[in-house]
Structures are given as structure tokens and as C-alpha cells.
């Protein structure tokens, strides 16, 4: 009897631990994430208004290899997670942007911003190389799927056929005919102060630009609002995940998964895409990981999780069909795979 | 956005400043980044209070929705964000105590590099314990610290299968935040009385001369105690 009684001592004891621990782990995630959530939203949020992407089209290279690595790039000046990235696209392919740019830019903004590299080099300050390795990682395979999908010149078999015919038509293709009625625009329209019409379709940068100046702000903190509620929301989920796993289960199988150079990478990959957390913040939940996982398996996870997740999945299903987004997927984590687990096996 | 949303991200703000008014920071995060977390606390406070205000003076006024692509149902994130907060209000957080020490089975394999800040402190008295570690992770022969003076601080720990009169001082080292912190520690031999006189998570100051000898079947350096004092638990528990 008394050993029982021990045992369950034990046991609640044990209990009290892994509670307490989860607790602090989960808290101090958190609260070293929300900041740079802040941050990330209220860029975002700022850029709604006050950048023209319409601009940025007309500089950006048209060759594929180039238009890739300027698309990877552009995320220096949008910086937007993923969740923020996709409308983006969606509204840039519509205006006319190359597929590679635009595929580039889904695959490498999230990653490739300054404040994702402020928040890693924050989580990894004593490993540089996460740092370094997770900027060039994601640069080459965002430039080499954006590469892939420039072969098809004609992007519309791909995307949602909402998309599709937004998207303007190829000069070559355009009947010659009505000439009187180009540039009659149907449909349904806002009325605006000034005798302006503004089309119901075009939403955020145009409609915003004809609000007065505090109107502006105003879209600017409730924007900020609403996707600090959203994301957040996301945020507490995944990190309730990451201090779950460090807790429950059992450090022998986190090790024997972590320590092996192929299961390790798999594993973090499977997580990377079941974990939707924000690329602003992700850096903190592949930072619990840190002592248990390899150098790859953890760069895995930081460049693929932004690229393709559950959540991000649900988001490029708006602009892609379904085999496109499962190409987009496979292109993304094979590459993944291949290079991280050759920095497991080499470096 | 209704008032709920704006009470759930305001309650963040409010459990960020509690966190630093209460001191209890330090336990979640390194130095470092106080300012940062203060400075959303504040922000996140602001911005609720002043659209809170804002939407009550302008009561019944059509207001501006956004597009938003919901990736959560609205009422859940709210839920979520509300309830965590409430839960961080009210719970406070703890350090990791010695069973996490023992858990992560660090204590003994010192396989960490740590590269960043290392300094080497001429007095050996002087050392913190992750002066002492991060000196023998550079230089791990044993009978070059022998006979040197030690005075470091730590709370205590008894892994299983150790001697009577032995047990370990640790603390966490942390580089960012609580996630990251891993163990480090020393074995003290206690002449003369059984280790168990200091229970698992004492805090403890232990002056005494450095020894070797064998733990786990590895020769290691060993802290001979001189004198073990109680100390109370420090604000700030961990090293960085």
C-alpha cells in the first residue's frame, strides 16, 4: 500500500513539474513572440496605404531567373508574413506580374524580410549560421520552384478561375473587335466623395487612397486590430503545440527522432507544416527545439514552415487550383530536404 | 472587431506589464529584451484603450471593416487570446527546478558550446558557476583547476545513483528566453554529512576547493564544500 501510495506521489509530482514547465515555456514563447508580432503587423498595416504595388510592377525584371530572385526579394520592401503575403500575390498576378516573380514572392517574402531576420538572429544570437543559412536556403529554393513555374508562360490553367479572369489577357490573344467599348467598365461601384467611382472588386490600396487622412489611420489601427486577433489567435495555438510536444513527450524519442540526421529533418518538416505559426515569430518555437534537433532539421522547419502550412495552404487555394498548390508543396519540401539533410550530412 | 476583441488584446498588453511590474520577467525572458516586451505591452494597452474610446464616442457610427482572410474562426481567437491572458494574469511563473535539470540530461554531458561572452575571470572565487562550466568546456582537464579556491551559487540537485555525500549546484542559462535554457552544474562533495541534508531546489552558496574524482564513471572535476549556506531564491534565477 504504501508503495502505492508513493507512486502516485510520484506521479502527481511529476505531474506538477511538467505542468509548471509547460506553463513557463508556453509564457515565455509568447511573450518574446507578441513584440515582434506587433511589429510585423503594424508594417503590414502601414504598407496597405502608403505602397503602390502597381508601381513596383512595372520595374521588375521579366527574364525567369532573374524575376524569381526578384520576386524572392521584394519581401526587403513588403515585409509581410505569410499570411499577409498571399492576398498580395493574389492582387500582383492579377495586375500582371510574371509567374516567377510571383511565385518567388510567395515562396521567399515570408522569410526574406528585415524584421524575420531581426526576430531569428534574436532566438539564435550565439548561431549565426541559422541565421545565414535560413536567408540562403530559402532564396534558392523560392528561386528555383519560381525558375520551374516560369516554363509555363500562360500561368492561368493554374489558378482559381476567379483569378483567372481577373487577370488581364495577353495582348496577342485580345479580340480586336468593339473598339468603342474598351475601357467601359461593368460592374458595381462604390460612389465616392468628388463625383469618383471606385470598382466594389478593388478593395485596400485603391479604396483606401480616397479616404481622408485620418480615415487612413483609422483603417490603419483597426487593421492592425483585426490581424493581431487573427494571428495571434494562430500564435497561441501553434505555441501551445511546441511547449505540448517539449513537455509530454518522452526527451528518448524527442532525441532519437532529433539526433538522426534524415529522421530529424522529416520530422521538423511534418511540424513545419502542421504548425501554422507566423515566419515573424517562428524563429521562438524552433528556438525549444534547439537542444534536442540538428542544425538541419531545425533550418528545415524555419525555411519550409513559412512557405507551405496547414493555414497557408487554406490561403493559396484562393489563387491556385489544388494540383498547382500540391506542386508548389512537393517542388518546395523535396528541395528543402535535399539541402538541409546535405548540411546535416556535410557541414 | 467588437468590444471583446479589444479587450482580449488589451488584456495581453496589460499581462506584458504585469510580467515586467512584478519582476516577473526575468523568469520568461532574457534582459535583453525587456524593452521590446515593455514597449508592446505598452503599445498593445494604447492602441485598445484609445480605439476602445474612440468607438465609444462614436457609438451607433457605421465603422470600417477590413478584408480579412479568416484563418480562425473569429470567436476562437478571441477565446484563445482572452483565456491565455486570464491564465497569465492569474498563474505565476516558475523557474525550471532541478527534475527539468535532471530530465534534459545536461547536467552531465556538457556537450553545449558556448561560445558567446566568454571572459575568463582571473580570481577563481570569482567565477559564477557558468564561468566555471564554459572555462572547462575550453580546457576540460581537471587537475589543472585543483586546489583552486570556489565560491558559486546554484540551487541543489540529486540525480539517482549518486553517492551519499554528493550532490549537484545548478542553474539554467538562457540566451533568449525560458525555452532555451539548459543546465549547467557542478558536483559538490559534502564531507562529514550526507548530501540529503539540502533538499532538491535549495538555493545554495558553496565555498570550497576544487577536487577530481569520478561521477558516472567519467574522471570530472569535483567542488570539495568547505562551507554550504542557504541563500534565498534570487529574483533572477537564471545566467546568461
Known amino acids: 500500500m504504501p508503495d502505492t501510495l508513493n507512486i502516485f506521489g510520484t506521479y502527481r509530482l511529476r505531474c506538477m513539474v511538467a505542468w509548471q514547465q509547460g506553463l513557463t515555456l508556453f509564457f515565455s514563447l509568447l511573450v518574446e513572440a507578441l513584440p515582434f508580432l506587433l511589429l510585423g503587423v503594424l508594417f503590414s498595416s502601414l504598407l496597405l496605404l502608403w505602397v503602390d504595388p502597381e508601381r513596383l510592377l512595372q520595374v521588375l525584371p521579366r527574364h525567369p531567373l532573374a524575376g524569381a530572385v526578384a520576386g524572392a526579394v521584394l519581401g526587403c520592401l513588403l515585409p509581410v508574413c505569410e499570411c499577409g503575403n498571399v492576398p498580395v500575390a493574389r492582387r500582383l498576378l492579377t495586375q500582371g506580374m510574371p509567374a516567377s516573380v510571383a511565385v518567388g514572392f510567395l515562396l521567399g517574402a515570408p522569410t526574406i524580410n528585415p524584421i524575420v531576420i531581426w526576430s531569428t538572429w534574436v532566438a539564435f544570437r550565439d548561431q549565426p549560421l541559422m541565421v545565414w543559412g535560413r536567408v540562403l536556403l530559402t532564396l534558392a529554393v523560392a528561386v528555383v520552384v519560381g525558375w520551374v513555374f516560369s516554363v509555363q508562360r500562360d500561368l492561368r490553367p493554374f489558378l482559381q478561375p476567379a483569378v483567372a479572369q481577373a487577370m488581364a489577357v495577353p495582348a496577342l490573344q485580345q479580340p480586336q473587335r468593339e473598339p468603342a467599348l474598351v475601357g467601359v467598365q461593368t460592374g458595381t461601384f462604390w460612389a465616392v466623395a468628388g463625383g469618383k467611382t471606385v470598382p466594389l472588386s478593388a478593395s485596400g490600396w485603391q479604396a483606401s487612397r480616397l479616404l481622408s487622412r485620418r480615415g487612413r489611420w483609422q483603417l490603419v489601427w483597426v487593421n492592425v486590430l483585426t490581424e493581431l486577433r487573427e494571428l495571434g489567435g494562430v500564435l497561441i495555438l501553434g505555441t501551445a503545440v511546441a511547449a505540448a510536444i517539449q513537455v509530454l513527450t518522452p526527451r528518448e524519442v524527442i532525441l532519437g527522432l532529433g539526433q538522426g540526421p534524415v529522421t530529424s529533418v522529416v520530422a521538423m518538416l511534418v511540424l513545419g507544416t502542421v504548425v501554422s505559426i507566423c515566419s515573424t515569430v517562428d524563429a521562438f518555437f524552433a528556438l525549444s527545439f534547439a537542444g534536442s534537433f540538428t542544425t538541419g532539421a531545425l533550418l528545415a522547419f524555419l525555411v519550409f514552415g513559412p512557405m507551405v502550412d496547414l493555414k497557408g495552404v487554406s490561403l493559396l487555394l484562393t489563387v491556385f487550383r489544388p494540383r498547382a498548390v500540391l506542386y508548389l508543396f512537393l517542388l518546395a519540401a523535396s528541395l528543402t530536404f535535399v539541402l538541409t539533410l546535405a548540411m546535416n550530412l556535410y557541414l | ?240
Open chain 2, 1 to 240: 472587431m467588437n468590444g471583446w476583441d479589444l479587450l482580449a488584446i488589451g488584456a495581453w498588453g496589460v499581462l506584458l506589464l504585469k510580467y515586467w511590474l512584478t519582476g516577473q520577467l526575468a523568469v520568461l525572458v532574457h534582459p535583453n529584451y525587456f524593452p521590446l516586451t515593455i514597449g508592446a505591452g505598452l503599445a498593445l494597452v494604447g492602441v485598445t484603450g484609445w480605439q476602445g474610446w474612440q468607438r465609444w464616442r462614436e457609438r451607433g457610427r457605421p465603422r470600417l471593416v477590413p478584408e480579412g482572410n479568416a484563418l480562425l474562426p473569429r470567436s476562437w481567437s478571441r477565446f484563445l487570446l482572452l483565456s491565455t491572458a486570464v491564465v497569465g494574469l492569474v498563474v505565476t511563473p516558475r523557474p525550471f527546478n532541478s527534475q527539468v535539470a535532471l530530465d534534459s540530461g545536461e547536467l552531465w554531458s556538457m556537450t553545449r558550446t558556448m561560445p558567446q561572452r566568454f571572459r575568463p575571470v582571473q580570481r577563481p572565487e570569482q567565477r559564477s558557476l557558468v564561468d566555471w562550466v564554459r572555462l572547462l568546456n575550453i580546457y576540460p582537464e581537471p587537475d589543472a583547476y585543483q586546489g583552486q579556491r570556489a565560491r558559486v551559487e546554484g540551487f541543489v540537485v540529486h540525480p539517482p545513483h549518486s553517492p551519499a555525500h554528493r550532490f549537484f549546484i545548478a542553474r539554467f542559462v538562457v540566451t533568449c528566453c525560458a525555452a532555451d535554457a539548459y543546465p549547467v552544474g557542478l558536483p559538490v562533495d559534502t564531507p562529514g554529512e550526507t548530501a540529503q541534508r539540502y533538499p532538491a531546489d535549495t538555493w545554495v552558496r558553496v565555498e570550497g576547493r576544487m577536487t577530481s574524482g569520478e561521477v558516472q564513471g567519467k574522471r570530472r572535476l569535483i567542488l570539495q564544500a568547505e562551507r554550504i549556506t542557504p541563500i534565498p531564491p534570487p529574483a533572477n534565477p537564471y545566467l546568461y
